[in-house]
């Protein structure tokens, strides 16, 4: 089944506390992003690749890092998690990478930092 | 900077009742105006791409138009399965992605 998913799906951790969050598409697409989302409000986008070493920044890329070593994995990281950091985050995949076509999603991680 | 702004932020509807939704962009470099649906809890599940002004898809009780500088989401004789939000997205030349606050709607049976 062609699909984007994430891991862990919840998670509970403190602040300061090293994490990575998991995403891996297996539909061979070009293109993958992270997007957070909060109560009441749209995505924002966190970073993007548009191929494997490529990646750039979103709108809100501070105090995250990712790194696309394979096309299929797009990991995120939070190398000193705060609470502002608490938020539900989606992973997406789209077949190019040129825009203009629509994304595929996963199924979020609810993150809460204390 | 690229904005989308979407309203009304929520609509409440009888079933039967048609409507629309607005999502009005601001973009430099336009390569797609999108419509995604999302359940509570759940990811965003696509609906429709258009591309260039003037351009109209259809789905079932859903139909998507596009202007220069706005979308609109026409839902007819919309039924309580249809509750969700609504997300308007742009996506440029450059591979960003911007999308709305969304627009919930809930559909009363």
């Known amino acids: 089944e062609a699909q984007v998913t994430q891991n862990p799906r919840y998670l509970i951790t403190v602040t300061g506390k090293k994490l990575t969050v998991t995403c891996s598409q297996n539909m061979n697409h070009e293109y993958m992003s992270w997007y957070r989302q909060d109560p009441g409000l749209g995505l924002r986008q966190i970073y993007y690749?548009?191929?494997?070493?490529?990646?750039d920044k979103g709108d809100v890329p501070e105090g995250y890092k990712v790194s696309r070593k394979e096309k299929r994995n797009f990991p995120l990281i939070l190398e000193s998690p705060s609470p502002n950091q608490t938020s539900l985050y989606f992973c997406?995949?789209?077949?190019?990478?040129?825009?203009?076509?629509?994304?595929?999603f996963g199924p979020g991680t609810r993150l809460t930092v204390l | 900077e690229d904005q989308v702004t979407q309203s009304p932020e929520a609509l409440r509807l009888q079933e039967g009742e048609s409507s629309s939704l607005n999502c009005s962009y601001t973009?430099?470099?336009?390569?797609?105006l999108f419509w995604y649906r999302q359940d509570p809890g759940k990811g965003p599940e696509f609906l429709f791409t258009l591309y260039s002004a003037g351009e109209e898809k259809e789905k079932e009780r859903l139909k998507a138009t596009l202007t220069k500088k706005e979308s609109f989401l026409h839902i007819t004789a919309p039924k309580p399965e249809d509750s969700a939000t609504y997300l308007c997205a742009v996506n440029t030349n450059a591979g960003k992605s911007t999308f709305g606050d969304g627009t919930t709607l809930t559909v009363k049976p």
């Open positions: 690749s548009m191929n494997v070493e490529v990646t």
């Open positions: 973009v430099s470099g336009l390569r797609g």
């Open positions: 997406a995949s789209s077949p190019l990478a040129g825009g203009g076509v629509e994304q595929f």
